[in-house]
């Protein structure tokens, strides 16, 4: 029963030089940094961990075991039991759902680190602190945790490089509880909407107004168009006007394919999360969040030992 299967783990753990596999290991380091120190909380982080779907199992798994030596680089998790235990204190988050926020991380490290023109370090620290507010702050609902997106901000000192982890929180939806400033910032969307379809709309009539009344000049006889060029040319030749709508629609034109190329690329940044403005962010990184941006960081770095407190 329960005591004999106590007693082989206490017993087996004495004479293992090893840990018997890589979940094994895996699962170790997830207690620690869960400062596992019952069953009952042991219980919790391996019930977790098996409730993952086998790749990001595996996936998490790499993560955790490396240690910088055998599998580089080692990675230290800064407040990752501060996430882990706002996760568990949070109904609407839970265990589960923060082991899957990790490997979500996960990735946007590896993606960063491919990025980087200078070969792995041996050692990578990666912040989880935003996270771990996260982890504290959603809800009320049930998935709104997986909602957040997350960006990856890096920065190399030394042999060490560092990996600071933002949280794009989605925008709550609290019913008729919607503050002054939401409906005034939504406002003032509204009439920027309508101010960019109006110069949208007045540049595309202008481009091809300036087209029609070149091709007009180009293409009906001198006779047909003397008396407007006479009304309307200020005293300018014929061939000079035709000149001069002509190039007019090409710069309107051009004008219209850049402010298009530029919503286009405000629509994507928006869609994928980015927050550091339109085109600035190339396609792969803003897709992905991982973006290598050197900054200021305001975190202290701890020993290796640190993540198991």
Excluded at 66 to 91: H, K, S, T, W
Excluded at 101 to 121: G, H, I, K, Y
Excluded at 133 to 152: C, I, K
């Amino acid at each position: 029963g329960t005591a004999y299967n106590a007693f082989l783990l206490l017993q087996g753990s004495k004479a293992l030089s090893r840990f018997a596999s890589p979940e094994h290991q895996a699962l170790a380091r997830l207690l620690c940094l869960g400062s596992a120190a019952d069953h009952a909380a042991g219980d919790a982080l391996r019930e977790a961990f098996d409730q993952l779907p086998a790749a990001e199992r595996a996936q998490l798994t790499r993560w955790l075991i490396a240690d910088g030596i055998n599998a580089r680089p080692g990675y230290v998790l800064c407040a990752a039991p501060d996430l882990l235990r706002n996760a568990q204190a949070n109904p609407a988050v839970g265990l589960t759902a923060a082991l899957r926020m990790m490997v979500r991380v996960q990735e946007r490290c590896d993606v960063a680190n491919a990025m980087f023109l200078r070969a792995a370090t041996n050692k990578v620290y990666v912040h989880l602190n935003e996270l771990s507010s996260w982890a504290q702050d959603a809800g009320p609902f049930a998935g709104e945790f997986h909602t957040a997106r997350l960006e990856v901000r890096s920065e190399d000192l030394g042999d060490t490089r560092v990996f600071t982890v933002q949280v794009l929180r989605p925008k709550t939806k609290s019913g008729n509880g919607s503050s002054a400033s939401d409906h005034k910032g939504g406002c003032l969307s509204c009439i920027c909407s309508c101010l960019r379809g109006l110069v949208l709309m007045m540049t595309v009539l202008a481009c091809l107004a300036s087209a029609a009344a070149a091709g007009a000049l180009w293409h009906f006889p001198e006779e047909e168009t003397e008396d407007y060029v006479e009304e309307y040319g200020l005293g300018h030749s014929r061939k000079t006007i035709m000149h001069a709508l002509g190039l007019l629609s090409v710069v309107l034109f051009f004008l219209l394919n850049l402010i298009c190329c530029r919503r286009c690329c405000c629509i994507s940044c928006e869609d994928c999360g980015s927050m550091r403005g339109c085109c600035s962010c190339r396609a792969l990184a803003c897709c992905t969040g991982g973006t290598p941006r050197a900054g200021t960081l305001a975190c202290g770095y701890s020993r290796l030992e640190s993540d198991l407190i």
